[in-house]
C-alpha cells in the first residue's frame, strides 16, 4: 500500500486548507486511517481518524469542532478538512493506514504505532 498525502501549504491564520490522501497498491481489504501532526522540535501526535466503514471518528481535543475528518472509498481516498486553522497547528501531517477486517469496520486506530503503512507527509504552515 502506498499512500500520497497533498494539500498542504501556507495559510493564514483563520484559514482552511483540505488535505487529501490517496492510496494506491491495495490488493483487496479495508483500512482505517489515521491522520497525524509533527512539528519542529515536537513528537509526532495523533489528529484524527476515521474507521474503514467511514462510520465512526476520533479527534484530538486540540482540534475538535475545527477540522473534519472523511473518506470516499470509491476513490480511495481520505480527507482532513482543516477550518478556523491556528498557528499551533502548523507541522508537517501524515497519514496512516491500518488493514481492518469486515468485523472491524467501525473500529477508529488512534495509536499512532498500531498503523502499518504511512505517507510522506505535506506541510501545513498558518501564519498569524
Known amino acids: 500500500v502506498q499512500l500520497q498525502a497533498s494539500g498542504g501549504g501556507l495559510v493564514q491564520a483563520g484559514g482552511s486548507l483540505r488535505l487529501s490522501c490517496a492510496a494506491s497498491?491495495?490488493?483487496?481489504?479495508?483500512?482505517?486511517t489515521g491522520w497525524f501532526r509533527q512539528a519542529p522540535g515536537k513528537e509526532r501526535e495523533f489528529v484524527a481518524a476515521?474507521?474503514?466503514?467511514?462510520?465512526?471518528?476520533s479527534y484530538a481535543d486540540s482540534v475538535k469542532g475545527r477540522f473534519t475528518i472523511s473518506r470516499d472509498n470509491d476513490k480511495n481516498t481520505v480527507y482532513l478538512q482543516m477550518n478556523s486553522l491556528k498557528p499551533e497547528d502548523t507541522a508537517v501531517y501524515s497519514c496512516?493506514?491500518?488493514?481492518?477486517?469486515?468485523?472491524?469496520?467501525?473500529?477508529?486506530?488512534?495509536?499512532?504505532?498500531?498503523?502499518?503503512?504511512w505517507g510522506q507527509g505535506t506541510l501545513v504552515t498558518v501564519s498569524s
Open positions: 476515521i474507521s474503514s466503514s467511514g462510520g465512526r471518528t
Open positions: 496512516a493506514e491500518d488493514y481492518a477486517a469486515y468485523s472491524q469496520r467501525l473500529r477508529v486506530v488512534v495509536n499512532d504505532k498500531e498503523y502499518d503503512f
Open positions: 497498491g491495495r490488493t483487496f481489504g479495508t483500512y482505517a
